[in-house]
């Protein structure tokens, strides 16, 4: 599906609430035996749980790890989140709606937006349908207005076309004109203030004309009112009365104090007369001079403005002063011209564009003014639960509470505000597993201290590459715990690095997921930035500061896969690299969750950077910094993560030669030895990509900016004798750790062929049993994991040791 179609469908499907439940995830339940090694099941459930991006687990029955918090003593305060402002479209509909208020408030002409059918009119929907049919204009027949209440989930009778299109008339396409008109009108005014500001003022055509007080007094009966009431109009009219001067000075005394009272314009001119001032009235506030745009020189305040778009002050019944900018425009100077006066506040053009155009603030979650006990948050989660389905939380469906919450999400007038406590660092407030610092620990709960299982050891297990970073980094390789209640929720987001994630919920009610495979991963994002374009316009990484989210059923109909489960207490969600997930919380509970990397995430970790680099997005580590600590330390390496970092390491040694070989062409000579993991991931970032250097950069004595090699030819403009290679290894170490990672898998392609042939039916039975020993040992040594070929060797050396008969050498006495 193209990207016009997929915003099609996603206005349809706002505008008429349905949701349909994904199909579910996978649920794996390991066995006693299968469940001692996490990563070794994970690896084996892999091939079809990354299919589906998200998987659970069930722990057997017996494993019931104790909550090791002190509910007492744990204090957070939590995020605040407005649940219909999370979702894509409907912050489109949101902004839109306030740029709409906006644009008319400004004008001096708050809006009501109107009811259709018991609901509010969605003025971004119209828009867009109409939009799609080419514009008001061209919307000039029945059939097209029918299509579009159709597309809208209105009826399809005349009363609801003539509503739709005339409120498109009185609403929207003003606001249509003056978009299409902002460009030239704003460029003749500036145009206009520019030439005023260069030049001298010229006396031939003012900008503005002086005036007495006492000819404002003598024609102030002749300024305009309309029928609806008094007007903002700055100036009177020029009439025949200015010349022939018929009126009485009783009359003219009667109608000058009823006009002054009325017209707010002339309270701010009389203001400025001799005398004493108006009472009630705030100099400060009604001084015009104050916040004009352009100088005035020291022109008379009194003076009269001409337009600022015709530069003429004809009309003067029609001149209307900015509450904003104090510039003066005709009403049929404007662009939609407006058919009377305002009678409030009015704003120009220059000022409406400057307001209803400023960039909206980056969408994030506000903290709560309070701070909440577990106890404390659990009682205000489960009175709002309650009082919102008017029953007990815990009695209320999963079904029932996942619609509510899309059908909430997708609607622009529900106003419903949870807290979340999201993100609480393990180290600052202690984990939910028992760890060997937790107190009043019982020997039952050795166990799980040290169960791989247990989220705390999980990403430093053997075996899991991310053991090798020095830094804890909190949420990759520390624990972060989550507390959440009805309807808070996680947004579509992958992990770092696109490494794995699990999910423990301790206790409380469900969590529901979704979840992308990795696969699908780009599909989801162009569906997201397809659905919602104006949104990602403004913000492009708006899918990586995890505040966005979409009704699957959206993404599915853009060929999304997605899958859903719901996490119950004690039970584990893993999520696959490079899957984008999201959910809510069914109610009030408590999770913790952890990144790893198992062996074969380093590929595509790899892949993971060079997305990154494309996006100019910071890492959180330095992938060729741990591809290296993991080489330097290969005795420690079992034979998949050996493999593993060889591959990695040839292609960074490949690629760091190309690079340097190339620079040095370019006539880079200057050189230095530098220490990358001394320095903060702040020093070593490339200027151009973000991406954090270690094995090399260019840095410029000149300019003082650091580029990685492959942006060493664009980051500055200085010349190269400015510039020094700063390496970590030279290339004959990068050689030498490389044949160091190759002896260590070259010993595990010797033990498999040496298991083999001892195994073969042919294998002599001479020294056989002595053979089988030192195999077994070297296994232990090199760290072979369980596999179908150590199990058969173990099996055979087992054999071979029971069917030795003893050997007993009798010694005679004698």
Same mark, same amino acid.
């Given at each position: 599906m193209d990207s016009k179609n997929i915003q099609k469908n996603a206005m349809h499907k706002s505008a008429e609430f349905t949701f349909t439940p994904p199909p579910e995830a996978p649920v794996f339940e390991p066995t006693p035996e299968e469940f001692l090694d996490p990563l070794g099941y994970i690896a084996k459930i892999r091939p079809v749980a990354e299919k589906t991006g998200?998987?659970? %687990?069930?722990?057997?029955?017996?494993? =019931?790890?104790?909550?090791?918090?002190?509910?007492?003593?744990?204090?957070?305060?939590?995020?605040? =989140?407005?649940?219909?402002?999370? /979702?894509?479209?409907?912050? @489109?509909?949101? @902004?839109?709606?306030?740029?709409?208020?906006?644009?008319?408030? @400004?004008?001096?002409?708050?809006?009501?937006?109107?009811?259709?059918?018991?609901?509010?009119?969605?003025?971004?929907?119209?828009?867009?349908?109409?939009?799609?049919?080419?514009?008001?204009?061209? #919307?000039?027949?029945?059939?097209?207005?029918?299509?579009?209440?159709?597309?809208?989930?209105?009826? =399809?009778?005349?009363?609801?076309?003539?509503? @739709?299109?005339?409120?498109?008339?009185?609403?929207?396409?003003?606001?249509?004109?003056?978009?299409?008109?902002?460009?030239? &009108?704003?460029?003749?005014?500036?145009?206009? /203030?520019?030439?005023?500001?260069?030049?001298?003022?010229?006396?031939?055509?003012?900008?503005?004309?002086? %005036?007495?007080? /006492?000819?404002?007094?003598? +024609?102030?009966? /002749?300024?305009?009112?309309?029928?609806?009431?008094?007007?903002?109009?700055?100036?009177?009219?020029?009439?025949?009365?200015?010349?022939?001067?018929?009126?009485?000075? #009783?009359?003219?005394?009667?109608?000058?104090?009823?006009?002054?009272?009325?017209?707010?314009? &002339?309270?701010?001119?009389? #203001?400025?007369?001799?005398?004493?001032? $108006?009472?009630?009235?705030?100099?400060?506030?009604?001084?015009?001079?104050?916040?004009?745009?352009?100088?005035?020189?020291? $022109?008379?305040? &009194?003076?009269?403005?001409?337009?600022?778009?015709? =530069?003429?002050?004809?009309?003067?019944?029609? &001149?209307?002063?900015?509450?904003?900018?104090?510039?003066?425009?005709? +009403?049929?100077?404007l662009k939609p011209p407006l058919n009377a006066v305002p009678d409030g506040d009015w704003r120009c053009p220059c000022c409406i564009a400057e307001e209803v155009h400023k960039p909206a603030e980056a969408f994030g979650f506000a903290q709560a003014e309070r701070e909440y006990t577990l106890q404390q948050f659990g009682e205000m989660a489960d009175k709002f639960k309650s009082d919102y389905f008017g029953m007990s939380g815990h009695l209320v469906p999963t079904s029932v509470a996942e619609k509510e919450f899309w059908r909430i999400i997708s609607s622009v007038e529900e106003d419903v505000t949870v807290e979340y406590g999201a993100d609480l660092h393990s180290m600052d407030h202690g984990s939910g597993f028992p760890t060997k610092s937790s107190l009043n620990l019982y020997p039952s709960d050795q166990e799980y201290v040290d169960s791989g299982w247990n989220l705390n050891n999980l990403p430093v297990l053997e075996g899991s590459v991310l053991k090798f970073i020095n830094a804890d980094i909190s949420g990759m390789t520390v624990p972060w715990m989550y507390v959440g209640m009805c309807f808070s929720a996680f947004c579509w987001h992958n992990e770092d690095h696109w490494s794995y994630s699990i999910n423990y919920l301790h206790w409380g009610e469900a969590k529901t997921w979704y979840g992308v495979p990795g696969s699908g991963a780009e599909l989801l994002e162009n569906a997201m930035k397809a659905a919602a374009p104006d949104l990602f316009k403004t913000q492009p990484d708006l899918l990586h500061q995890l505040v966005t989210i979409m009704n699957p059923n959206i993404l599915m109909a853009a060929g999304v896969p997605i899958y859903r489960t719901d996490q119950q207490a004690g039970e584990f969600v893993v999520t696959f690299p490079r899957a984008y997930h999201a959910g809510f919380n069914q109610g009030y509970n408590f999770a913790e969750a952890v990144n790893f990397a198992p062996p074969d995430w380093l590929k595509i970790g790899r892949e993971c950077i060079i997305h990154y680099k494309n996006l100019k997005r910071f890492c959180v580590f330095s992938h060729d910094e741990l591809i290296c600590k993991m080489a330097l330390d290969g005795d420690r390496l079992d034979l998949e993560t050996a493999l593993e970092t060889q591959k990695e390491l040839v292609r960074a040694t490949e690629e760091e030669g190309a690079l340097r070989a190339l620079i040095a062409k370019k006539g880079l000579k200057n050189v230095c030895r530098t220490a990358f993991e001394l320095l903060g991931d702040d020093e070593r970032l490339c200027e151009v990509c973000k991406t954090t250097c270690f094995l090399s950069s260019v840095s410029c004595a000149e300019c003082k900016n650091m580029a990685c090699l492959q942006h060493a030819n664009t980051f500055c403009l200085c010349a190269m004798e400015k510039k020094t290679l700063n390496y970590r290894y030279d290339m004959d170490e990068l050689h030498i750790m490389l044949q160091t990672i190759d002896l260590r898998v070259n010993s595990f392609d010797k033990w498999m062929r040496d298991a083999k042939n001892i195994l073969l039916p042919t294998a002599p039975d001479i020294g056989r049993l002595q053979k089988l020993k030192v195999l077994v040992d070297e296994a232990d040594d090199l760290k072979i994991p369980n596999c179908t070929l150590l199990t058969q060797l173990k099996n055979e050396y087992t054999k071979a040791t029971e069917n030795v008969e003893p050997i007993v050498i009798e010694l005679d006495d004698d």
């Open positions: 998200i998987c659970k %687990i069930k722990p057997p029955a017996r494993w =019931q790890p104790p909550f090791s918090l002190d509910v007492d003593k744990l204090k957070f305060v939590p995020r605040i =989140q407005k649940v219909n402002e999370l /979702e894509a479209i409907t912050r @489109l509909k949101l @902004l839109f709606l306030e740029k709409i208020l906006k644009f008319w408030d @400004l004008q001096g002409s708050p809006l009501k937006i109107p009811m259709i059918e018991n609901k509010t009119l969605d003025l971004y929907c119209l828009k867009f349908w109409v939009d799609e049919e080419g514009g008001f204009e061209n #919307c000039n027949t029945p059939k097209k207005w029918r299509k579009i209440a159709n597309a809208m989930g209105y009826s =399809q009778n005349a009363n609801a076309m003539n509503f @739709l299109r005339s409120n498109y008339e009185k609403i929207l396409l003003p606001y249509d004109i003056f978009e299409k008109s902002k460009a030239n &009108l704003l460029k003749t005014v500036k145009k206009l /203030e520019t030439k005023n500001d260069v030049k001298d003022v010229d006396t031939s055509k003012p900008l503005f004309k002086a %005036i007495s007080v /006492e000819s404002i007094i003598k +024609t102030s009966s /002749e300024v305009h009112t309309t029928e609806d009431g008094p007007t903002t109009a700055c100036k009177r009219p020029k009439t025949e009365s200015d010349d022939t001067g018929t009126e009485t000075e #009783c009359t003219k005394s009667k109608t000058e104090s009823e006009e002054i009272r009325r017209n707010r314009e &002339l309270r701010r001119l009389a #203001c400025y007369g001799p005398g004493p001032k $108006m009472p009630g009235l705030n100099d400060e506030e009604f001084d015009i001079t104050k916040s004009r745009k352009r100088p005035r020189y020291d $022109m008379d305040p &009194l003076a009269i403005y001409v337009c600022a778009i015709c =530069q003429k002050d004809n009309r003067d019944d029609l &001149l209307l002063i900015c509450n904003g900018c104090s510039d003066t425009y005709h +009403t049929f100077c």
